[in-house]
């Protein structure tokens, strides 16, 4: 992909930079290689982002701020929640496999910088706010913060464990049936209209119905409701 030589000079940098890293991965993003490629001279670019690993936290965010965009596009156009959580899984191993190093920095990285964190942080937050729209419809098996956690970690797993084998050697239908797999796991997806009936349904319902709204309750007794619909939401069946 040219780079646009009328962007900004740091623009420019971080097109050439995300160029190198999803054709090269990380070893290719070299201070020098990065400012050829933008068609500067490598003290600018220590001038704009540090060093090398200056460099790549700022074209790690910048492309997941890309992705960020487009999870938050996708998210506007459907008005079913359940196929939108669907969406938001085939999006997510999208941008895996065709941001293989990058994908590794934000999920593969303990050590990670604060910005990276945050914006990770708010992809984590936004696939919350859908699962919570299935709680609002009493559809979901558990509370929403445990559902969020189970299917992020069946996300990221998946990813990770591909990322491993060589993309030619993969097989094109297992994305769909993990999927479905860590979809059925958080979801009732038949029978969806008895679910509400069921306590845990009942329990996630009214804990995604009480929200920010004000109850004639005190902080601590607010507290402790809430503290009870999420563990009779999360509880394990015998």
């Not at 090398?52 to 992705?67: R, S």
């Not at 590794?104 to 859908?130: C, F, H, K, P």
């Not at 029978?191 to 902080?219: E, F, H, M, Y």
Request: aromatic share 6%; with cysteine; net charge neutral.
């Amino acid at each position: 992909m040219p780079i646009d030589a009328r962007g900004s000079t740091s623009d420019r940098l971080l097109a050439a930079a995300a160029e190198l890293l999803q054709e090269g991965g990380v070893d290719a993003v070299s201070t020098r290689a990065v400012a050829a490629a933008a068609g500067t001279q490598p003290p600018i670019l220590y001038r704009r982002f540090g060093d090398k690993d200056g460099l790549i936290e700022a074209v790690t965010l910048h492309i997941l701020e890309d992705y960020i965009q487009k999870k938050r596009k996708l998210l506007k156009q459907s008005g079913d929640p359940v196929n939108d959580l669907r969406r938001l899984w085939d999006l997510f191993v999208a941008f895996g496999f065709a941001q293989p190093d990058c994908f590794a920095l934000i999920y593969g990285n303990v050590r990670r910088g604060d910005a990276i964190s945050a914006a990770a942080e708010t992809t984590v937050a936004m696939l919350q706010e859908a699962i919570a729209r299935i709680a609002d419809d009493g559809k979901l098996r558990m509370s929403v913060e445990r559902a969020t956690g189970l299917f992020q970690s069946c996300g990221v797993g998946f990813v990770m464990t591909q990322l491993t084998i060589p993309a030619a050697k993969r097989d094109r239908e297992l994305s769909d049936i993990a999927r479905e797999n860590a979809v059925s796991s958080i979801v009732v997806t038949s029978g969806a209209s008895k679910v509400r009936s069921t306590l845990t349904g009942r329990a996630t319902a009214l804990r995604q119905a009480i929200g920010d709204n004000d109850l004639p309750l005190s902080a601590a007794e607010r507290d402790l409701l809430v503290e009870w619909l999420g563990r009779i939401a999360d509880q394990r069946r015998r």
